[in-house]
């Protein structure tokens, strides 16, 4: 098992995940052309993608799923609000799989256990990816945790987490008033503390990646991120990966 990211931030996010055959995409927030250049830089043809799971409706996560799926014949697994959603804006996916009541379910080799965030989307969707030993958990665009999510996440042996921006930058920044509430607000994104206070509450024993995502580019830097987490675990800052925007992150096993 093993995963990457073509990018992670406000202007686009896809992570790729793969157990033997079978290789993911979650959310695609890229142009056809950009996601076919993001792929190639993984190794990857487009045409090996067996399915799209999205988290949510908003443009950086899905912005070129209906694209993509139309153009290489890609089923597409989403929640009955994402659906809804997606459809307004794009009109009718070629083959569409509704993740009903969170659900767990599998792709020919992969287990997805969907869990619900707090995020001012319709029935958002995040997800712990498994080939039924190795667990890969990814939390991003969630205002804060709740109990339920940290019991999902206990006992991950990778995990892609959400430390959307630092408090005290956010509050200087040149945000308009409204949107600073909205990015620190209970359904907006996840701040480097409570992220690092998410994962003090979990088992990390059996942690192999840990990686800081959608790192905000005006309201944060990766190592605010890294050494935020890197306190938790007890480790160097550098143990700590990065998902970037533009380059998101090379292939990490699990093994």
């Given at each position: 098992m093993r995963f990457a990211c073509l990018g992670s931030g406000s202007r686009g996010n896809g992570l790729v995940v793969e157990v033997a055959d079978t290789r993911l995409l979650l959310d695609?927030?890229?142009?056809?052309k950009e996601t076919i250049i993001r792929l190639s830089r993984l190794g990857l043809e487009p045409d090996t993608i067996d399915g799209?799971?999205?988290?949510?409706?908003?443009?950086?996560?899905?912005?070129?799923?209906?694209?993509?799926?139309?153009?290489?014949?890609?089923?597409?697994?989403?929640?009955?609000?994402?659906?809804?959603?997606?459809?307004?804006?794009?009109?009718?996916?070629?083959e569409v799989n509704v993740i009903d009541g969170y659900q767990r379910?599998?792709?020919?080799?992969?287990?997805?256990?969907?869990?619900?965030?707090?995020?001012?989307?319709?029935?958002?969707?995040?997800?712990?990816?498994?080939?039924g030993a190795l667990r890969l958990g990814v939390l991003t665009d969630t205002g804060c945790s709740t109990p339920h999510i940290e019991a999902t996440l206990r006992n991950c042996h990778a995990l892609v987490l959400e430390c959307n921006h630092d408090a005290q930058l956010?509050?200087?920044s040149d945000y308009p008033w409204s949107?600073?509430?909205?990015?620190?607000?209970?359904?907006?994104?996840?701040?480097?503390?409570?992220?690092?206070?998410?994962?003090?509450?979990?088992?990390?024993?059996?942690?192999?990646?840990?990686?800081?995502?959608?790192?905000?580019?005006?309201?944060?830097?990766?190592?605010?991120?890294?050494?935020?987490l890197s306190?938790?675990?007890?480790?160097?800052?550098?143990?700590?990966?990065?998902?970037s925007q533009d380059d998101g992150f090379g292939w990490r096993q699990l093994i």
């Open positions: 695609c927030g890229f142009t056809l799209i799971v999205v988290t949510h409706e908003h443009d950086d996560h899905i912005g070129g799923v209906a694209r993509f799926a139309r153009k290489f014949g890609v089923p597409v697994w989403l929640t009955h609000g994402t659906l809804r959603s997606v459809e307004k804006i794009f009109g009718p996916l070629s379910f599998s792709i020919d080799g992969i287990e997805i256990e969907p869990y619900p965030v707090p995020h001012d989307a319709h029935e958002p969707a995040q997800f712990v990816f498994s080939d956010l509050a200087n949107l600073k509430q909205r990015v620190g607000g209970r359904f907006g994104h996840l701040e480097n503390a409570a992220s690092a206070e998410l994962l003090a509450n979990l088992d990390c024993s059996r942690l192999q990646h840990v990686i800081a995502a959608h790192l905000s580019q005006k309201n944060n830097t990766p190592l605010l991120a890294q050494t935020m306190s938790v675990l007890n480790c160097g800052t550098d143990w700590i990966g990065v998902a």
